[in-house]
């Protein structure tokens, strides 16, 4: 797999991203939390970690895409056995928009990491199929 124009977009989306929702959780989320009873503040806790879950193997992957481009590390090593996108069933999951707690903002913070890592997910399997 070569860099790409799409590839520096992926990443370049996924950046945005992650600087969103740190922005969330830092300064909205503690907000969103205090006016919530106790079973959904649980609820929204869950889905914070599920967000930060997909952003950080989302990240994970493309850094090491990064690398491999850069020459410094091999497609198969930035691959491994290990794979950066370990949680694939609790990170693909994404009925936690049509919780009515959930707030809007996180919603669709939630619906965006979703979307971008299903992608990154084709990717890295397409990586894998060049692979063998």
Sequence with gaps: MQETAF??????????LLIEARDYLAHREPIDRQV????ERLRLCCETMRLTARLTQI???LLAQRAVFAGEISQRDALGDHGALAELGICMEGEECA?????????????RSR?????VARLDELARRQLV
């Excluded at 919530?36 to 079973?39: V, Y």
């Excluded at 919780?99 to 619906?111: C, E, H, I, S």
């Excluded at 979307?115 to 992608?119: F, Q």
């Design 7 to 16: 590839f520096g977009k992926t990443y370049g989306e996924a950046m945005d």
């Design 36 to 39: 919530l009873p106790p079973l």
């Design 115 to 119: 979307r971008l890592y299903v992608r």
């Design 59 to 61: 990240m994970a992957w």
């Design 99 to 111: 919780a009515p707690a959930v707030p809007r903002r996180l919603a669709r913070l939630l619906d």
